[in-house]
DNA sequence: TAAAACATGTAAGTAGTTACATGATTCC
DNA sequence: GGAATCATGTAACTACTTACATGTTTTA
């Protein structure tokens, strides 16, 4: 999975700007993927000259142009193409866990921040995710499995914040 | 956190080679951070010439020669400086949640052999790192943190296991 | 009046992967 | 005899981020 599969699939949606598909990855994928626009133009630019979408010039009135773009049928074929493929293994770097790892070097006191912090952190993500789910099922715009994926990235939120919660609790006393 | 913290990190334990640094990763990171033989040497060639760490070259019977690298205090100082450093925010990719999220197009029975396929991974995952942890506990030679860092990927695992398990029954009834 | 939202793009740099290249020894 | 383990390294490439560059309108 790069940025030009879940671009392609955005636009087998619908057709969208750059400015859109970067709010989308925010408000859907924030958990599981991301890319700043630094990726997403270029992309762009590149998928149109290989023919897979195509780019509309529109003016607008009290806003910059934009540039929409749809997807072709060459495009189409590419994504359902990546979507049949097996999924690659997931992939997670977590910093965190990292500090944890070295917790003998850096201190208890350390530690302990680190997890209050952590725990923190991941209920943060947890709220604003859920605040996200609820704006979206108001607006009734979501698929089944669309459902699906935020659920399971909630759910893995509330696991990690029970387990570190219980681990406060019994390593640290608190 | 990049490869060269991480590789400070496990020299300020002890000396060691590129080979037992890879070695490392894959016992005690693989779930939460990777580093391949062409990021781990050069980082280790660009460490030396920053002063961080040491070479030294040991000869072998019946194996190839190695390079065994030692911290110095300016490489401890260094890592000393990430470790009190806030943590990175978390980073996940996946590829699975991605195609469950296009779902829609790639059809139910596509998705249900989605969530088997990642079910399946997921438990070997997890009981290869249970197995990994057995064996560095009869060992003996695990600090309190990291035995954690582990646990934590254990409930992490243990929890998506459950979920997906619980979703398939929901949703597909099976 | 300042920030947020809307909107697009580039240049320079960072950080990594994959594949190749080599070669001995030990275990199955 | 073939796979796994031990051991190091490079070249080409991929894929991305960050910072810069620009400018209007709406909202708080």
Redesign the interface.
């Given at each position: 999975?790069n940025a030009q599969?879940?671009i392609l699939?955005l636009l087998?949606e619908q057709p969208r700007t750059g400015y859109e598909i970067k709010r989308h990855f925010e408000q859907?994928?924030s958990?599981?993927?991301?890319a700043s626009y630094g990726t997403i133009y270029p992309t762009l630019i590149k998928m149109e000259k290989a023919e897979l979408i195509t780019k509309e010039a529109v003016r607008q009135e009290g806003k910059p142009d934009k540039n929409v773009y749809t997807i072709t049928p060459a495009g189409r074929q590419r994504?359902?193409r990546y979507?049949?493929a097996?999924?690659?293994?997931?992939?997670?770097?977590?910093?965190?866990?990292?500090?944890?790892?070295?917790?003998?070097?850096?201190g208890e006191e350390?530690?302990k921040d680190?997890l209050l912090?952590?725990i923190e952190?991941k209920r943060g993500l947890y709220e604003d995710l859920q605040r996200k789910l609820e704006r979206l099922e108001e607006g009734k715009a979501l698929?089944?499995?669309?459902k699906?994926?935020i659920q399971?990235?909630l759910?893995?939120y509330r696991?990690?914040i029970d387990?570190?919660n219980e681990?406060l609790k019994e390593?640290f006393g608190s």
């Amino acid at each position: 999975m790069n940025a030009q599969d879940v671009i392609l699939g955005l636009l087998s949606e619908q057709p969208r700007t750059g400015y859109e598909i970067k709010r989308h990855f925010e408000q859907f994928f924030s958990f599981f993927f991301d890319a700043s626009y630094g990726t997403i133009y270029p992309t762009l630019i590149k998928m149109e000259k290989a023919e897979l979408i195509t780019k509309e010039a529109v003016r607008q009135e009290g806003k910059p142009d934009k540039n929409v773009y749809t997807i072709t049928p060459a495009g189409r074929q590419r994504f359902e193409r990546y979507l049949h493929a097996p999924a690659a293994k997931e992939v997670l770097r977590s910093d965190f866990l990292m500090h944890l790892y070295f917790g003998q070097t850096a201190g208890e006191e350390a530690v302990k921040d680190l997890l209050l912090g952590e725990i923190e952190a991941k209920r943060g993500l947890y709220e604003d995710l859920q605040r996200k789910l609820e704006r979206l099922e108001e607006g009734k715009a979501l698929t089944r499995y669309q459902k699906m994926s935020i659920q399971i990235g909630l759910a893995q939120y509330r696991a990690t914040i029970d387990h570190l919660n219980e681990l406060l609790k019994e390593e640290f006393g608190s």
